[in-house]
């Protein structure tokens, strides 16, 4: 959120440099924002760690979207592709093939 900037009280102007004023009050907000998007981003990832569990899947692949779940660290990892003017959904290359069934589907379930 942006600070209201405080006009110079009669007799008290030119206190500091306005342009570097200015700069660190910028800088302020866009540090504020990164870390809120942070914890959004921490708290989302938690969601998405426990859907994965929840359904019992370790990978999760449909429409370009791809998620895996990192066991040793408990953490997702997730990518879109981007569409392109030839394929509105291209997956993602994959390290490794999902058993036959679970590949149709698009997911791979917990062992």
């Known amino acids: 959120m942006k600070r209201p900037k405080q006009e110079d009280l009669p007799g008290m102007e030119n ?11 910028e800088y302020v907000d ?3 924002e990164r870390q809120d998007l942070t914890r959004r ?6 969601d998405l760690l426990n859907a994965l569990k929840k359904h019992k899947l370790k990978t999760y692949d449909h429409a370009g ?7 040793e660290k408990e953490k ?4 879109v592709a ?9 997956a993602p290359k ?18």
């Open 41 to 46: 981003e921490v708290e989302l990832q938690a």
């Open 82 to 90: 981007e569409e392109t003017e030839e394929d509105e959904t291209p």
């Open 65 to 71: 979207i791809h998620a895996d779940l990192v066991v």
């Open 15 to 25: 206190r500091g440099i306005k342009e570097l004023d200015a700069l660190c009050r």
């Open 94 to 111: 994959s390290k490794k093939k999902p058993a036959a069934k679970e590949a149709a589907a698009g997911v791979t379930p917990i062992n």
């Open 76 to 79: 997702v990892k997730v990518t």
């Open 30 to 32: 866009v540090r504020d």
